[in-house]
């Protein structure tokens, strides 16, 4: 895999499909509240739906535009203070296959990394105090997993001023982190989405709410209905004892139809990649009660 592609570029972002990136990583672990264009909060069901090309990425924002503008800054400021020359680079795990880091800077010899953050003063205060906000640690571990290091720079640039934290590796942190993106990555390859969250759905009003509150009292009318007509038929079956019958106003036909084939159980297609023989997928939608 070519490691000198350019971050931001449309390469870039259709290989990053490919693979869980670092930044993917608080997404995925749920911990990231961040705020896409349209005003939604990125899930691991957004994510999954990007990744597998269902919808348009849409993971900028002011916030990342304000970064991605200043990271040069960031980065110059970060090597007049360590004297550590450093460039942006796309790195991928040497066991995980569907893991990579898109690093802000690796110095020449590959022995340290760093993180630039250009974030808002609330975080940056913290950074002096040589605390890595939650939001940011699952993509540093992620990035050290990738790295095979056991420490990284986490470099805090705010309106000029750089701080510059050393994060070590966390075993137990890592070890929990690669059981969730092995979650996740299971969730691509078998097609299956992952749960919901709460900021997977949007909050509506009252004209909402009343068509909502229609439809789900007939589907309950129609579902109580449906369990009538079970008992019905199952009762004229056995009136029938397996004979077809006739009343002065109905016909009771009984029709003998083929089984479905069980194609999983068929050891000539064991080796078929039936994957390439499904059509598009469709979209359901089903209403519940928040009541209980």
């Given at each position: 895999m070519n490691n000198q592609l350019t971050q931001g570029t449309l390469e870039w972002l259709k290989m990053r499909n490919n693979y869980i990136g670092a930044s993917d990583s608080p997404v995925i672990l749920g911990i990231a509240k961040w705020k896409l264009r349209d005003g939604r909060i990125k899930t691991p069901y957004i994510l999954w739906q990007e990744k597998l090309g269902l919808v348009e990425a849409n993971s900028k924002s002011s916030?990342?535009?304000?970064?991605?503008?200043?990271?040069?800054?960031?980065?110059?400021?970060?090597?007049?203070?360590?004297g550590d020359l450093v460039a942006p680079e796309v790195i991928f795990h040497k066991e995980i296959p569907y893991m990579m880091a898109s690093l802000d800077g690796l110095t020449i010899d590959k022995k340290l990394a760093v993180e630039i953050k250009c974030i808002n003063i609330e975080d940056h205060e913290l950074a002096k105090k040589g605390i890595i906000p939650e939001v940011y640690m699952p993509q540093?571990?992620?990035?050290?997993?990738?790295?095979?290091?056991?420490?990284?720079?986490?470099?805090?640039?705010?309106?000029?001023?750089?701080?510059?934290?050393?994060?070590?590796?966390?075993?137990?942190?890592?070890?929990?982190?690669?059981?969730?993106?092995?979650?996740?990555?299971?969730?691509?390859?078998?097609?299956?989405?992952?749960?919901l969250t709460e900021d997977d759905?949007?909050?509506?009003?009252?004209?909402?709410?009343?068509?909502?509150?229609?439809?789900?009292?007939?589907?309950?009318?129609?579902k109580n209905y449906s369990l009538q007509k079970?008992?019905?038929?199952?009762?004229?079956?056995?009136?029938?004892?397996?004979?077809?019958?006739?009343?002065?106003?109905?016909?009771?036909?009984?029709?003998?139809?083929?089984?479905?084939?069980?194609?999983?159980?068929?050891?000539?297609?064991f080796e078929v990649d039936v994957e390439k023989y499904r059509s598009k997928p469709t979209e359901a939608w089903t209403l519940y009660s928040r009541k209980v």
């Open positions: 916030a990342t535009d304000h970064g991605t503008n200043m990271e040069a800054q960031a980065r110059s400021a970060y090597e007049a203070m360590t540093l571990q992620h990035q050290m997993m990738c790295l095979g290091h056991d420490i990284i720079h986490y470099f805090s640039y705010n309106s000029g001023e750089g701080v510059l934290v050393e994060v070590k590796k966390d075993d137990q942190y890592q070890a929990m982190l690669k059981q969730k993106l092995a979650a996740f990555w299971d969730f691509i390859t078998s097609f299956t989405p992952p749960p759905y949007i909050e509506k009003g009252d004209t909402w709410d009343a068509i909502a509150n229609d439809l789900f009292r007939i589907k309950q009318i129609i079970e008992l019905l038929e199952e009762k004229l079956r056995e009136l029938s004892e397996g004979i077809s019958c006739i009343s002065n106003n109905y016909r009771y036909a009984k029709v003998v139809k083929k089984g479905s084939i069980d194609y999983s159980s068929i050891p000539e297609l």
